[in-house]
């Protein structure tokens, strides 16, 4: 996701909401500057595997909030580099596998900092070595692993994908060039993923997911191929299986027949916003479907209302507020 003003949205004013449904930024920029300050809970130990992940959630928050700088800069390029491997792949907490994932993350938090000098003097030609490690990821039919032991996923292929982009890799950015990756297999993938519904699968034949959606449309628009493969007629099949993931509660799910959640605010919302479909959705009922899902007392936001919040469900839900329009918060582009 890019912070920038994004084609086809439409705004929420708080006076279309009830009163006491406004979104608590000073609760939640302390709740994410705390999150590291919790190390005698049982719960932070648990989830060492994500914290590369929680800083890149917690930092695109700050970013969307208006405080980027909400986190200390220093203490956050020794943790990231704290992370890296000899072979340019990052791991999700020092003493872990290099994964696509948290390669892609590191990258992200790296560009938003402006941590590259800082990297370079570490590892020289970092660029070069993170984008050979991304590229020794994919598989002779276009998939990408996401690490060294084999498992593919589409999530890897869009990680793959944003993260040579933004490294400037992408063969497209080097057209004079011998391309490091095969992006017409990586493609040829992806549309293979998508169903008769009109959306996609983590895998040819798989059950459509939003958060398939949102990996293969993301990967098809960075390979600027989304526009062409789907059509209006494509658009229009696959925004209307996204916007009937709202059901009355304002929330939106993952596939049918499923619970809504915070997080597909982010997933569907960012697909529709794609395809030029963002209005397709109730986004007054939206939001107050998130607002209800915070922490008005401590801060940060959970999966829905009266559960217990977490990072992961804070930065998606204030994206997609972002993405709504929601007065005061910087702007996404999900292209």
Same mark, same amino acid.
């Given at each position: 996701m890019s912070l920038a003003a994004g084609p086809g949205r439409g705004h929420v004013t708080v006076g279309q909401l009830p009163d006491e449904l406004n979104l608590v930024v000073e609760k939640h920029i302390s709740y994410i500057q705390d999150l590291d300050t919790r190390r005698d809970e049982l719960e932070y130990h648990l989830t060492e595997h994500l914290r590369t992940g929680g800083i890149y959630w917690g930092l695109t928050a700050l970013h969307l909030l208006g405080?980027?700088?909400?986190?200390?800069?220093?203490? +956050?390029? /020794?943790y990231v580099l704290s992370c890296l491997h000899d072979n340019g792949g990052f791991g999700a907490a020092p003493g872990h596998d &290099?994964?696509?994932? %948290? *390669? @892609? %993350? !590191?990258?992200?938090?790296? *560009?938003?900092?402006?941590?590259?000098?800082?990297? /370079?003097?570490?590892?020289?030609?970092?660029? @070069?070595?993170? =984008?050979?490690?991304?590229? !020794?990821?994919?598989?002779?039919?276009?998939r990408f692993a996401g690490d060294e032991w084999g498992e593919t996923d589409t999530r890897f292929l869009f990680s793959a994908f944003y993260t040579l982009s933004l490294l400037g890799y992408m063969p497209h950015q080097h057209p004079n060039e011998p391309p490091i990756i095969d992006v017409s297999a990586a493609t040829a993938h992806i549309?293979?993923?998508?169903?008769?519904?009109? &959306?996609?699968?983590?895998?040819?034949? &798989?059950? !459509?997911?939003?958060?398939?959606?949102? *990996?293969?449309?993301?990967?098809?628009?960075?390979?600027?191929?989304?526009? !062409?493969?789907? @059509?209006?007629?494509? $658009?229009?099949? +696959? @925004? =209307?299986? +996204?916007? /009937?993931?709202?059901?009355?509660?304002?929330?939106?799910?993952?596939?049918?027949? $499923?619970?809504?959640?915070?997080?597909?605010?982010?997933?569907?919302m960012s697909s529709l916003a794609m395809i030029g479909r963002l209005h397709w959705i109730d986004k007054a009922k939206l939001t107050a479907f998130i607002l209800q899902s915070q922490d008005p007392e401590e801060g940060g936001i959970a999966d829905r209302p009266g559960d217990m919040v977490d990072v992961f469900h804070t930065v998606f839900g204030i994206a997609g507020l972002s993405l709504i329009g929601y007065p005061g918060l910087v702007e996404v582009d999900p292209a």
């Open positions: 405080r980027p700088d909400a986190l200390p800069r220093e203490g +956050l390029i /020794e &290099a994964h696509i994932l %948290y *390669t @892609g %993350y !590191s990258v992200q938090i790296l *560009t938003m900092i402006d941590g590259f000098d800082e990297l /370079e003097k570490k590892m020289p030609d970092c660029n @070069g070595k993170i =984008a050979a490690f991304v590229a !020794s990821l994919q598989q002779p039919d276009g549309k293979a993923c998508r169903n008769f519904d009109g &959306a996609f699968g983590v895998a040819p034949g &798989a059950e !459509s997911h939003s958060g398939q959606v949102f *990996t293969c449309c993301g990967a098809l628009a960075i390979a600027g191929e989304l526009d !062409s493969y789907l @059509g209006e007629v494509g $658009k229009d099949r +696959l @925004g =209307a299986w +996204l916007s /009937e993931r709202q059901l009355p509660s304002g929330g939106l799910n993952g596939r049918p027949e $499923k619970l809504v959640d915070v997080c597909y605010s982010w997933w569907v």
